[in-house]
């Protein structure tokens, strides 16, 4: 069974910069798993932020960037603002139309 | 603007069929452009994607939900369903759906990804 790892929690502080990993069990994630990123706000749905790597949605702050970065997804978020503390999932397609999403990293702004 | 709204009993007995619905505004399920999707959030494991449904009724379905799901479209009401048969308690979980969007590039697979949610329903297995 394949399985989709994302660091279980990070802390950034206002203004900060921090990177968030998504790891493939399989080995490395390379362009061809679309990664996509997503934001979940407590009561909340997801909302999508990054697809197909580093692609935004029209939606998306301009401070959020997607890439890869040692065999992983990332996601980057530069001048991190209070309301960026969220949950943020990724997910990842293995071929077809469906995907695995990442156990989530709990992001604290302090 | 596009809108999904969830809709259907919170409360499930077990191994009998959950059913929800998924009404969609602001655009049609008629649309060859997108396909339609239905994914799960529970605590003990996290985000889970149900399955897909196509304008056509192409279906593709998560292979270890495949044998209990079937999803559904009623283009005459711009909805589409979600059927889970034999549940327990580990379905218990939030249900979202949304709009699945996609690309083709040339001598590559077709590229899918999430675009709009619904606000998700919780639904409860328990007798």
New interface residues.
């Given amino acids: 069974q394949t399985v989709v790892t994302q660091e279980p929690s990070l802390t950034v502080s206002p203004g900060g910069t921090v990177t968030l990993t998504c790891a493939s069990s399989t080995g490395a994630v390379t362009s061809?798993y679309?990664p996509?990123w997503?934001q979940q706000k407590p009561g909340?749905?997801?909302?999508?932020l990054i697809?197909?790597t580093s692609n935004k949605?029209s939606w998306t702050p301009a401070r959020f960037s997607g890439s890869l970065l040692g065999g992983k997804a990332a996601l980057t978020l530069s001048g991190v603002q209070p309301e960026d503390e969220a949950d943020y999932?990724c997910?990842l397609?293995y071929?077809?139309?469906?995907?695995?999403?990442?156990?989530?990293t709990k992001l604290t702004v302090l | 603007q596009l809108q999904l709204q969830e809709s259907g009993p919170g409360l499930v007995k077990p191994s009998e069929t959950l059913s929800l619905t998924c009404t969609v505004s602001g655009g049609s399920i008629s649309s060859s452009n997108y396909y339609w999707g239905w994914i799960r959030q529970s605590p003990g494991k996290g985000l889970e994607w149900i399955g897909n449904i196509y304008y056509s009724g192409t279906t593709y379905y998560n292979p270890s939900l495949k044998s209990r799901v079937t999803i559904s479209l009623d283009t005459s009401k711009n909805k589409f369903s979600l059927r889970l048969s034999s549940v327990t308690a580990a379905d218990t979980a939030v249900y979202y759906c949304a709009r699945v969007d996609y690309y083709d590039t040339t001598g590559y697979p077709r590229v899918y990804f999430f675009d709009y949610w619904g606000q998700g329903t919780l639904v409860t297995v328990s007798s």
């Fill in positions: 061809g679309y996509n997503f909340q749905a997801p909302r999508a697809y197909s949605h999932y997910l397609y071929g077809g139309a469906l995907g695995v999403f990442g156990g989530g």
